[in-house]
């Protein structure tokens, strides 16, 4: 098994700045790639940006391009998102996701909330 924990949700004003954090445990010797998806209220979980675990090979919605950087610490098993220049439209309940096999986003982390305030 796989344990994801999130940290370094907030509250932020718009244009600011958050740094989230999840540090995976387990069986994670072999991770494809790791990713972050987002919730809002009233929304679907929506994909935001993931990084291959070899290679570092980064995808991003358009919403977020040039604003996000998702990055990771091979070391520590641990994947980074700093969100800049956050938007309301951001606020959103932040989820880590692991694909181990490149087939499934199969672990989940509890989340963790951002929100921007307009």
């Known amino acids: 098994q796989v344990q994801l924990v999130e940290s370094g949700g907030g509250l932020v004003q718009a244009g600011g700045s958050l740094r989230l954090s999840c540090a995976a445990s387990g069986r994670t010797f072999s991770i494809y790639t790791m990713g972050w998806f987002r919730q809002a209220p009233g929304k679907d979980r929506e994909f935001v940006a993931s990084i291959r675990w070899s290679g570092g090979s980064t995808i991003y919605t358009d919403s977020v391009k040039g604003r996000f950087t998702i990055s990771r610490d091979n070391a520590k098993n641990t994947v980074l998102l700093q969100m800049n220049s956050l938007k309301p439209e951001d606020t959103a309940v932040y989820y880590c996701?692991?694909?181990?096999?490149?087939?499934?986003?199969?672990?989940w982390g509890q989340g963790t909330q951002v929100t921007v305030s307009s």
């Open positions: 996701t692991m694909n181990p096999a490149g087939r499934s986003w199969d672990y």
